[in-house]
């Protein structure tokens, strides 16, 4: 079968996520037949360097030898069980390991199958919580205008990406919203790296005036992925801790995208030594191999819960796939392969990444910021001097997507900013082709 044939028949029947079915017409999809440590090959040999982490998911490169083994052995044992009085040994050893990972004081874990569904289970549990606790006066949550914590409904209500959410915002719950710290365009006049965050008044002004009402804060800490790989300092999130303290709201941490190492600690809420009450983790968890999600959170929270059958305090929460042990297996074997001093290795990597981008973007007239959080470098495309941004309808971090992939990298860039977040696997030289070419890609560009 060839590649054409794959595409024609890729295009008659399916549809895909986040994309205009349109475009498909001048750029059929890249039918993939295998991966390999960072690459993606189709049936005719072609290839392109996954930059992306095939959506931020894969940890330690494409048919893993280990996490192969690792899936291949569970599959002969068990795929699936249900997880409702039932459990197995790969779902009990995840739970114990990431309590061991997590920050102190979380101890609980609660699973589901995908990061969204995280989300929703942390806002229910948070909102269920203050009522058992006789609190019912708290009834919406908090979080970043531009704060991204999946697509279904729950989730884009508390995110803030018209991109995603306009259309359904008649559908969605109200939540309250505050302007997340722009370290780019800061209105303040500071530099990120010594900052005391004056951004954060917004912040502490409405969990002062409507913390009563409010049930959590989520944030994405350190790094608002979807935002444009916006990167904030930590001394935003160790305040935002003592005011959810103060207003007695629940901190949600949800490290879907930035946990799992990719900040440069294994959890990004490690460097401002906060402990949130929600802890949400996915993606990575598995290495990209397969959906899981788990909410981690305090002995506190799960025991207002905890009580006779017919009090009716359970959280009623259930997925079909919840605790997956083909995911809680290779979930296991991702855990093993940290072992192995990986986070030491990437401070190193995740530097020669940034200067492999800086040697190729810096000093480009349309370059606004470089910016990087251990693995994951970003390049804002500007129209001009002051930051100002590109008219989103000529869709320039689209063309350079384009040309790169046409030079074998997959960028995929959230608007007009690029970004580099490769699997850790990622070689110097393999560092120095995707820089190279999303270079040359944006030289073709503008
Ligand atoms: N939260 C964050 C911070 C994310 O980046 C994402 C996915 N990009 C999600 C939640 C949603 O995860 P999923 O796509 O698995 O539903």
Redesign the pocket.
Known sequence: MSVKDLQRRDLARIWHPCSQMKDYEAHPPFVVDRGEGVWLYDVEGRRCLDAVSS??VNLFGHNNDRLNGALRRQAEKLAHCIFSDFSHGPAIELAERIVTLAPPGLERVFFAD????A?EVALKMSFQYHRLRGDAGRKTFLSFSDG?????LG?LAVGGLGLYGAVFSPLMMETLKVPSPDCFRCPYGRKREACDVPCFEAMERCLAERGREICAVIV?PLLQ??AGMKVYPPAYLAKLRRACDEAGAHLIA?E???GMGRSGTFFACEQAAVTPDFL?V??GITGGYL?L?LVVTTEEVYRAFYGDYNEGRAFLHSHSYTGNALACAVACETLNLFDEGILEVNRVRGAFIEEAVRSRFEGHRHVGEIRRLGMVTAVELVEGPGGKAFDRSCRVGHSVYRRALERGVLLRPLGDVLYFMPPYVISDEEVLFMAGRAGEALEATL
């Open positions: 959506w931020w995908n990061g969204s569904a989300v991204y914590h999946g697509e279904t989730a994405e992925g979807a949800d879907i995208a930035v949400l996915s993606k959906p999600s």
